[in-house]
């Protein structure tokens, strides 16, 4: 029997969240969104014995992530701790080379991207995963080529970027280099070293450079120098750790890096050095105070948050949670067992009588030895009632493309969607996703990439009203989404088209068309 997969129109989703250490009693208020769906969502509690135990709101959305780039896959694997699945990436990795060595982004695309290769390489060597030595020579050989200036694939928009980053760029992969033994000191010619002033990744990056590198020259006067440049530029503010400097999209792109990510660097130096000793509870709590809707701002974020705070619970964390942990509000209530589930457990309750007009006051409590994580959040499903506006606008038009009876659609027929995304600003990997009807099938499907679809360049100075083909980098075409990624969009508007043919009757609603920057 064929099975098919059916989204809801409205999908749940999480509103609030929160995660915090249970000390024997908590109260947080609660009220269902007025314009909410009845009978759908509720409070979602999970209670866990470590802190890295307890990103729950972590989990969910890394396993309900929808893009699929290799870092993404990555990232997904590493959070979800699945052990199987990053084996077999690392087993792929021949497959997203490019000629010199470098990884793609999807193994259809051009070119690959030093940054890319480093995060792969330092995520995996920090979570203990092997790379076989082949496919490590590769990837070495590329980097060291990357650095060495020998570099010479180049994308189309390649065009739009400026160079402000090379140098930065350089220190991030020296730096996976010698985590791998395979860094020389002659590498530092290749740029100016001005750790003052450059961003918090590459200020940790090179910290930890110094760290592994007796022979780098002037290296003991260097690494204090760069320690105290990282303490300098923490602050608190509340429980909230917060690192000092700006990062632009740009920098976000060229260092492949985010806020929350600087953040993680930051936190893993304090774990691994003694004289921090005194902070790093502090800067833990504040990491996990970074946490917005149960997750940071990006996929290698996440990654690198669970990655740290596993560390920081195997290190710090070794007291037992014993006895019962108990959550109630109105006439609902949960009750967790230590004995019965030592690593905690997780329950989503109903949302209680009353909190559609009132707040309800949610009671927490615990009896019992330790204190144990809870992650809260409160899940609704809400309509969308109009176009949610962040940077970009995406219009939809159907038209026929075969149709039996003219102006009545029905099954057996083929329809042409048209969706024309206007971007307020250029941003790098900018994906659209446009939900199908249920059974319907898309024409054309496979999985497209640079290699086979039309030379789609954007202009660089193109009129505002000018409308161009969307610079396809990748294009996935399954049964529930069509999905577009741009590996680079710069300003002004743009079409794509793809076609469906009609299998199934019925009225049929469909969950919202999106248009967004994964990494911004």
Known sequence: MAKMRVEPAVPTRVLQATLFQLDKTNQIPVKQPSDAIPGKGGLGVHARSTLVSGLAGVKSYMDDYTYSCLEQKISRGI???DKNEIKRLIEALPSYFDSYGLLKFFPVSLCGSAQLTRYVMNILDENGYEIPQATRAKLISGMTSYVQGQYACRSWWDEFVRDQYTG???ILVMETLSRYKSFSPSLLSTVQITPNIWKNETATAWFQLLKRQADIPNRDAQLKQAENILRARINFQGSLMNLQGDLDWEGRWRLFSSRDQEAMGVFGVSIDEGSWGQDVGRMARGVVARLKLGHWDTTMANAWGVTQLRRFSAKFEKEKISGETKVSAGDISGLFSWQSSPNGEKKLLNWPKGSEKNNVPVQFSHSGSGKPWIHFETVSAIPLKAPFDMGYKIVRKITPVTQATPGSWQVGDVANVELTVTAKADQAWV??????????SQLGTGLDGSSNILDRTPKRNAAPAEVQDWP????????????S????????TYRVNYRVRLNSAGELKLPPTRVEAMYS
């Open 485 to 492: 990624y741009a590996a680079y969009l710069p300003r002004g």
């Open 431 to 440: 994906v659209v996703r446009d939900p199908i009807p249920a059974g319907a």
């Open 79 to 81: 959070v979800l701790e």
């Open 472 to 483: 396809t980098e990748y294009e996935e075409k399954s049964h529930a989404h069509f999905t």
């Open 168 to 170: 930065e760029e350089k």
